[in-house]
Structure formats: C-alpha cells, structure tokens
C-alpha cells in the first residue's frame, strides 16, 4: 500500500488508535481481513460502519445493527428506492450472537420522515412496507435462479442474443460422440435448479421452449461470432469470453514475434497494443462499466469504442507498470487522476485493485491458456521449453509482481504482502543464477529456489562466530 496513512483503520506505532473502522467495497483484501480479526476480537473494534457489502453473510454478527437508511439510490432510474426484503432482512440477521446471544437488538432509521397522525389515526405508507418485511419472527424466501432470466431473454430475443446469452448458451451445447443422434449438437438444460423447478410444476414447455431458442442461438448466429472449431467453444467455456473474441487473439498471437513470450512484461506490451487495436473486443473482455467506474466523466463524455481504447489503454499500461513494480497506492493514484481533487485513501487506486485487476490478470492470462490448447505438447504446460514468463504472466500481474522469477519466489512459501513480497525477493534476486536457453517453468521454479537457498546459506555463514584465528595453528 505504502504506509499506515494510506489504511482505513486508524493506526500509529503499530497500534490501533480506534475502537471505530469503515467496511466497505473499497478495502483491499489485507485490510478487509484485519478488520474483520480486529473486530472478533475483545481489545479491538467495537464499531463497524458498513456499507451493505457487509450485510451479505458476512460471519460478523452484532449485538445492535443500526440502518441508517431504508433506501438506496438507483442509477437507473434516477432515484431512491426501498431495500428489497432480502437486503433488510441480510442487514438485521447481523444482528445476535451464535452461541452467546439468542437476540440482537435491531434499529432502522426511514429514509424519509413517516409522518404520523393521532387524529385520524394513520401512519406513513413507508411504515407500511418497513413492517411487512419484518411482520413475522422468521422470513423464508424464495430462491430465484438467475438462470431463467437469462433463457427467457433468449427465448424472446434469439436472433439478438447478446454475450452472455451466448457463453451460456455455449456451456449447455453438447456434442454427441459419433454415431449417436448424428453428432448434432445438442442442449442439455436439465442440470439447472429452473428445469427442476419447471418440470416439477408441470411446465415441461418451458423447458421445450428454451431448448429450442438455444439451438437456434447457435444455428442462427452471425457467421463472425461463431467458430466452428470445437476447441474454442471448450476454451469458450473455460474462460467465459466469446468464441470469436479468442479466434481472433488467437490468430494475433500466431502472428506475434517469437520472443514476445520470452518476459512478462513484453507480454503485457504485446496483449496492451492488441486490445487498443481492437477496441470492439476489449470491451467484450472488460465489461465498460469497469472502465467507467475507473476513469470517470472524462472517459464517459467520449463518443467512439476508438477513442475510449486511445484514452484508457495507456493509462492501464502505465498504472499496471507501476502496480507490478511495487509502487505504493498514492503513486498509482496520480498516474490514473492527476488532477483529481482528493486523493485521500487513494480511492482510484483502490478501484484500479480491487475491480480492474482481477480482470486485467484474467485477459493476460489468456496466451497461456491458449498455448496448453493449441500448441503441441501444451497439455503438460510445465515441461514446455520457454513457457515460464507465459504460464505465470497471469500472477504477476494479480499479485503485483515484477517478473517471473518474483512470481516463482512468492509461489515458493509464505504468503506477504505485494510490497513486502518486492523487498524480500530484492535480497533474493542476486543469488539467482540466469536463465538458461529453453528454461521449463520446473527449471525456473528450481532455479529461483536455489537463489533463496543460497542467500539463506550464505547469511547463516556470516553469523557463525569463528572466534580468534591464529594462522600458525594451520
């Protein structure tokens, strides 16, 4: 992170200085951890102010859980709405202790005044709702699988099927082995909790119904988005992204030079310079609203996918750079807002981490799982000569990690911090002999321990206490 001005949790001298924290979507996982131990313990956090993040079966139960507002803001639609029964209801079950309480005390402040009236004997409309979601002692919900949205979007709108529709679609498709039912592909829709649930009422034209808009996905789909290598709808399905988005990285990376896999950051270079080239894919990888979220109003006021990549390309690039070479939030900060107003607790940062991160390791991950498909011997990926900075390009880039031989070292034992990680492995990377022509990712792993070996052995000499020497002793 950088220092302990940069943490949430107010900390000086190593110690905590206040029984009061925030939880929120914005901690990195380090400091999500101390403060929920902080907060089991009985000498440390006494108060949590949360946002609902902590309200979805987080194990943190309360004595009093206090909502401060029975509303939440919908971008869509412009305005306040009432919390759904499921998110009061997860907020207030905080409330109680397992095994020491069998009741928590629960107060919820409306969001707007109820107005209350003795005269007439009335009460606000608000009060109304507030009490039918907490009118009876226990509430049993209804579980809603997603999955039924999704299909009734494609029953509907077949012939429009976006993304999503299509990877699901992908995942049920199955091709029979030769000789049963023609090899023809097929949908399978009966492992899913909607087709038991559908069936079990009795609606088998549901079922029916879905399955053959699922076909006709397929069948129908823009000759562009379909490939008909079996092997990337497999990938497609592995990895969540659409067929004709990995047929064309693929065909990119065939064409790429030889030693552009030869280090992770060439890697990055390459994979960087792709998706800026071809903006309609990259955001078919990274969902917009990421990019939107991270760059703001600067970013959304543009017209073009075009001119969006030109923008927020570079600016990934750089501020990976500096993610992977160990730089502290406040650094990273100001590469993605240099002109912002606050950059207390590096909020932009903070995004860049927690919502952009996961998806950048993701994307960059991808060569490699290509090459363990399509290159001959990939299936044993750990014996391919060379592959080393391709198969751990993706933890790098996750964990903040310089190059390859960092990674080997943070994979080796003991799990620190990414800054901390870079400190420890500066000591370690003298040691480290150089890499050898047709380097397996087992020789690099063996290599980078060998280093670590080395820089132990040669501390544990520097400490043994030989005392006087007399040479005519010899």
């Not at 009876?136 to 999955?147: I, R, T, W, Y």
């Not at 049963?180 to 899913?192: A, F, K, Q, Y």
């Not at 990938?235 to 004709?244: I, K, N, Q, T, Y």
């Not at 190059?403 to 990414?418: I, K, N, Q």
């Amino acid at each position: 992170m950088g220092d302990a001005g940069d943490v949430y949790l107010a900390v000086e001298d190593g110690l905590l200085q206040s029984a009061a924290t925030a939880h929120h979507g914005l901690l990195l996982p380090y400091e999500r951890d101390l403060a929920e131990r902080l907060y089991g313990r009985d000498d440390g956090l006494r108060v949590l102010a949360a946002t609902p993040t902590l309200a979805q079966g987080m194990n943190l139960p309360a004595d009093l859980v206090i909502i401060a507002e029975d509303s939440r803001f919908d971008r869509e639609t412009n305005r306040r709405d009432l919390l759904d029964a499921a998110a009061l209801l997860n907020a207030a079950g905080r409330a109680g202790r397992a095994g020491q309480s069998a009741s928590g005390i629960v107060l919820i402040v409306p969001g707007k005044v109820v107005p209350l009236s003795d005269e007439e004997g009335t009460i606000g409309e608000q009060w109304t709702q507030l009490r039918e979601v907490f009118s009876q002692s226990d509430q049993c919900l209804v579980l809603e699988d997603p999955f039924e949205a999704v299909m009734d979007r494609v029953h509907h709108k077949a012939e429009d099927a976006g993304d999503l529709e299509r990877y699901v679609v992908s995942r049920l498709m199955e091709t029979p082995s030769d000789g049963e039912d023609g090899g023809s592909p097929r949908v399978d829709l009966s492992r899913s909790l909607t087709a038991f649930l559908k069936r079990k009422a009795g609606d088998e034209q549901w079922v029916a119904s879905r399955t053959e808009a699922a076909l006709s996905v397929m069948s129908g789909a823009d000759e562009d988005a379909v490939v008909l290598d079996q092997r990337y709808r497999d990938l497609a399905s592995m990895v969540g992204l659409p067929e004709d988005v990995l047929k064309a990285l693929s065909d990119a990376l065939a064409d790429a030079q030889d030693d552009m896999a030869s280090t992770v950051a060439g890697i990055c270079e390459w994979m960087f310079s792709w998706m800026e080239a071809n903006p309609g894919h990259l955001f078919r990888m990274i969902k917009p609203s990421t990019f939107e979220d991270l760059f703001g109003k600067t970013y959304g006021d543009l017209a073009s996918d075009e001119e969006k990549a030109r923008y927020a390309v570079p600016k990934l690039e750089a501020t990976l750079r500096q993610w992977m070479d160990g730089a502290p939030l406040k650094e990273i900060q100001q590469t993605i807002s240099p002109n912002g107003a606050s950059a207390e607790f590096s909020p932009d940062a903070r995004k860049f981490v927690i919502r952009m991160i996961p998806d950048l390791a993701h994307v960059m991950g991808l060569p490699s799982r290509m090459m363990q498909i399509f290159t001959p011997g990939g299936s044993e990926p750990n014996t391919v000569e060379g592959a080393g900075p391709l198969l751990l390009a993706h933890v790098c880039v996750r964990r903040g990690l310089r190059d390859a031989e960092m990674a080997a070292f943070s994979m080796s034992g003991g799990a620190l911090p990414r800054r901390a990680t870079h400190r420890a492995f500066d000591e370690v990377r003298p040691h480290v002999a150089a890499a050898e022509s047709g380097e397996t990712l087992e020789n690099l792993k063996e290599r980078v321990r060998a280093g670590k070996d080395l820089k132990q052995a040669i501390e544990a000499f520097s400490n043994i206490d030989l005392g006087p020497f007399d040479s005519t002793q010899l």
